[in-house]
């Protein structure tokens, strides 16, 4: 049950408004193009120095000049790209008070600098705050809600996140599919407006745990993005990422392997080899390697994850939480329950000092620790355990997510080893009904699962309904060796 970190990133941007009007300086323009230039090339260093010059020369023209509220957008769109979250909500808080002071509020810069607030807001998981920001963005829409514009666009995108954040797949999908139809209407369904739609859709299929229905938009995302920046561009880092992520959760660990690959220089190039991006996607190819028995490579990665962290952030601090689990796990799936519980325990002590008490964070720890107690028959301290961490995970995740199958099927088992068969055969029944719903009824990850529930039916003398669940487990099983 190796935890796959993800995480929510702006990819293309809120738009980098010119406007062409009579009289602006060409310092001021010549600023702002080398500053774009480097931003879509992700040079954030070189991108501020400009837009820093650029802002230097829009002061000199007062705020009623649009100018310095563009500047001050473009810097914090900049910052939240580069992950500097205060700097962008001061930028876009200026470009606010600027525009909505000297320009009025239906002046695009104001919209935009609501834009950007709203972005910040995601940034943090403020979900409902963003949408509010957004909501009123749209109302003070420039061109009117109903026309097709970019900057209407990129509004119905922005409450897309922010319904996907509250977990509304419903509201989420109907702003998506706005704004898609927008593009269409604009002739830019092959342009990056689009690709940002199609991820927003993707993640918030695979937000609720819907990673059939995120892959074939995050790869089409991904296949407009590589058109129009090339494959080498570091705005595809994150696209590859999410894409490698959705794949990772059906199961798909090869497919996964190469976009986690190609996405990592892209990361690095983008945040230097120590940023949090980085560090995530080391942790993740980890867990690619070792899904697919690869034990060596995915220690070495999880362990250079760990020493980072602990250099950069200290020994208790909540980064260290996943990198230490996902090692303690890697040492439970080879048998080594000596050196994993202790990794457990560190990362069940920290999450429980930085975290809430019902965090998701705080879950996998207890997993891990109860499967170490289960399988050295501790079994007393096992069950308190898991039903603790069950408890969490029905609140935060739902009871059918997909992340509690692999939970109940230990559940189950730690009560089959006891002999409680009529407590183990409706846990079991449970897993093996989110398994299905998750990848289908002939995914060959099921197949563990389904023998236990077939053995525990069995022990309750439900002959014949035992026969179908074991064979179709050898079924499966034998799809798998071929």
């Keep these: 049950m190796t935890k796959w970190t993800r995480t929510w990133v702006i990819v293309a941007g809120l738009g980098l408004v010119l406007w062409a009007w009579p009289g ?13 230039k480097a931003l879509q090339a992700g040079r954030f260093a070189e991108a501020e120095k400009n837009y820093l010059g650029a802002l230097a020369e829009a002061k000199k023209y007062g705020p009623e000049d649009s100018r310095l509220a563009t500047t001050h957008n473009d810097l914090a769109f900049l910052y939240l790209r580069a992950g500097k979250l205060e700097k962008a909500r001061q930028h876009g808080n200026e470009a606010l008070e600027i525009s909505q002071a000297n320009l009025g509020q239906e002046h695009p810069e104001f919209i935009r600098s609501v834009q950007v607030l709203g972005e910040f807001q995601l940034r943090l998981g403020h979900y409902q705050g963003a949408q509010r920001y957004f909501e ?4 003070h829409a420039t061109t009117g809600v109903g026309k097709a514009t970019e900057e209407n666009t990129r509004t119905l995108i922005g409450l ?5 954040g509250q977990k509304k797949i419903g509201e989420a999908k109907k702003y998506f599919d706005l704004a898609m139809k927008a ?8 342009k990056p407006l689009m690709a940002e739609a199609l991820m927003g859709l993707a993640k918030a299929y695979e937000r609720v745990g819907s990673y059939r229905q995120a892959e074939p938009p995050m790869l089409r995302a991904v296949a407009i993005f590589e058109k129009a920046y090339g494959r080498e561009s570091p705005s595809l880092a994150i696209p590859l990422s999410a894409l490698a992520s959705i794949q990772f959760h059906q199961g798909k660990y090869r497919e996964a392997l190469p976009h986690v690959t ?44 760990l020493a980072i962290y602990e250099k950069k952030y200290g020994p208790k601090d909540a980064s260290l939480i996943v990198p230490l689990n996902n090692l303690a796990e890697l040492y439970v799936s080879h048998n080594m329950h000596e ?9 069940l002590a920290i999450a429980e000092e930085k975290l809430k008490p019902d965090d998701s964070q705080i879950a996998y720890c207890l997993v891990g620790l109860g499967v170490c107690y289960k399988n050295a028959k501790r079994y007393e301290e096992a069950e308190p355990t898991f039903l603790r961490a069950l408890a969490i995970w029905d609140k935060r995740l739902g009871k059918t997510h997909q992340t509690l199958a692999p939970l109940l099927r230990h559940l189950g088992i730690l009560y089959y080893e006891q002999e409680r068969y009529e407590e183990a055969e409706p846990v079991l029944k449970r897993s093996v009904e989110i398994l299905e719903k998750a ?3 002939n995914d060959p990850g ?3 699962t389904l023998l236990w529930y077939a053995a525990t039916l069995m022990k309750l003398g439900r002959n014949d309904e035992a026969k179908v669940f074991y064979t179709r487990a050898k079924e499966l099983e034998r799809k798998s060796s071929q």
């Design 183 to 190: 593009c269409q209407l604009m002739e830019q369904a092959e």
């Design 262 to 305: 190609r996405a990592l220089p892209l990361l690095e190039k983008l945040y230097g080899p120590t940023h949090g991006e980085v560090l995530i996607n080391l942790n993740n190819l980890g867990a690619i390697y070792k899904e697919l028995g690869k034990p060596r490579e995915a220690a070495q990665l999880y362990g250079r994850c």
């Design 136 to 139: 009123q963005a749209l109302l």
């Design 446 to 448: 099921n197949a563990n």
């Design 439 to 441: 990848f289908g009824p």
């Design 160 to 164: 897309g996140k922010a319904y996907a």
């Design 24 to 36: 602006y300086a060409r310092g001021w323009k010549s600023y702002k193009t080398a500053a774009d």
């Design 339 to 347: 050196k994993a519980e202790p990794l457990y325990e560190r990362a």
